[in-house]
């Protein structure tokens, strides 16, 4: 049972254009969370989807940023017309019953965007 | 206010040394809450979850405890290594709900 799958792992991008992270949840995992974490900083929420519904984008930019989960296929984190800002880790989390008591809760590797 | 407050923000200890990291959080109802050790430039990899009924849990050297009357956890890392540097980061379940609280991490440098 693979774990959270996540790629590209790094990503350079000259600003302007547009980055696509991809993210894979575990087997049988239907929620799924972004985060961003800067260098030397903690991971912020950004967004928490299901399949084919974003429930919370509260941590998300209104402008450039959108967030999909597809019935099939990986979760996609966009992020149009990037500026050196943008710059950051970029971590998947996935979970199968959040609010669970016994609820799992695994990371990918995170995906590394460098915006030159 | 941020929900889930860790301290110290870092600190650094001797190989073979003995340390506690603390979390105080404010979630209630809270579902379950996770200690996540996080290399640099790694993803968080989980170390303990506890309920709240759990007062304690082990992974090897780490000890996780819990007292949901306070508020308080705290991580417990036993005879130090040097691949034990790293960030702990620990996170609190909202019951019921998707929502997570994240402390801000607590930073450990362990050296020879």
């Known amino acids: 049972n693979a774990g959270v799958m996540q790629n590209p792992r790094h990503l350079v991008r000259r600003r302007g254009q547009e980055a696509r992270l991809r993210c894979s949840p575990m087997k049988g995992h239907s929620h799924v969370y972004w985060y961003r974490q800067l260098p030397e900083e903690g991971l912020k929420f950004m967004v928490y989807l299901q399949k084919e519904n974003i429930i919370d984008e509260s941590g998300m930019p209104k402008e450039r940023f959108s967030a999909e989960f597809p019935k099939e296929g990986p979760s996609i984190l966009r992020i149009q017309q990037v500026v050196r800002g943008d710059s950051a880790a970029y971590f998947c989390?996935?979970?199968?019953?959040?609010?669970?008591?016994?609820?799992?809760?695994?990371f990918g590797e995170g995906s590394r965007l460098t915006v030159l | 206010k941020n929900q889930v407050e860790q301290s110290p923000q870092s600190l650094i200890i001797l190989e073979g040394k003995n340390c506690t990291l603390q979390?105080?959080?404010?979630?209630?109802?809270?579902?379950?809450l996770r200690w996540y050790k996080q290399d640099t430039g790694r993803g968080p990899v989980s170390l303990t979850i506890m309920t709240f009924s759990e007062n304690t849990k082990s992974n090897g050297r780490y000890t996780a405890t819990l007292d949901a009357d306070t508020k308080q956890s705290s991580l417990h890392i036993t005879a130090s290594q040097l691949s034990d540097s790293a960030s702990y980061i620990c996170v609190v379940s909202h019951f019921n709900d998707y929502k997570l609280s994240f402390g801000a991490g607590t930073t450990v440098t362990v050296r020879a």
């Open positions: 979390c105080n959080y404010t979630v209630s109802p809270f579902s379950n």
């Open positions: 989390a996935s979970s199968p019953s959040p609010g669970s008591p016994t609820g799992e809760l695994f």
